[in-house]
């Protein structure tokens, strides 16, 4: 029996994918690279003074970075984006990828838009 139990473990095993781990630098650079994109995304925004936040799609519209109790208000206050492609139907690894990256990027430019949302519209 124990002979059983400790081959159907092995088996169930090697049955699993081996788990990617991403390299220290590999997780700076792309943190550099949302870093640029949402620095770039909140200068054009401010110079056509488009304070909406970035969404993502889905079975609900979210923004990322808005705290859950504020956000219709933010939403209804600054509008809102959708990004595209960003709906919550994950087929594959690069589509987990994708959302991942897509929600740090709204995430932080929605910390900062907020900010000037609330200093330059009115309720």
């Known amino acids: ?3 059983f139990v400790l081959l159907s473990l092995f088996a169930l095993n090697a049955c699993t994918s081996p788990v990617e781990v991403e390299s220290k630098e590999e997780v700076i650079s792309s ?3 949302i870093n640029d994109k949402v620095n770039t995304r909140i200068s054009q925004a401010l110079a056509i003074k488009d304070y ?3 969404g993502l799609s889905g079975r609900r519209i979210t923004a990322p970075g808005i705290v859950i109790q504020e956000m219709s208000g933010a939403i209804k206050r600054c509008g809102i984006q959708l990004l595209p492609h960003s709906g919550d139907v ?4 690069a589509d987990r990828a994708r959302r991942k ?3 740090q990027l709204a995430e932080q430019f929605n910390q900062q838009m907020y900010l000037h949302c609330l200093q330059n519209t009115s309720e």
């Open 90 to 93: 994950l087929k594959t690894e």
């Open 31 to 33: 943190q550099k690279t």
């Open 101 to 103: 990256s897509l929600f």
């Open 52 to 54: 909406r936040l970035l």
């Open 1 to 3: 029996m124990k002979f």
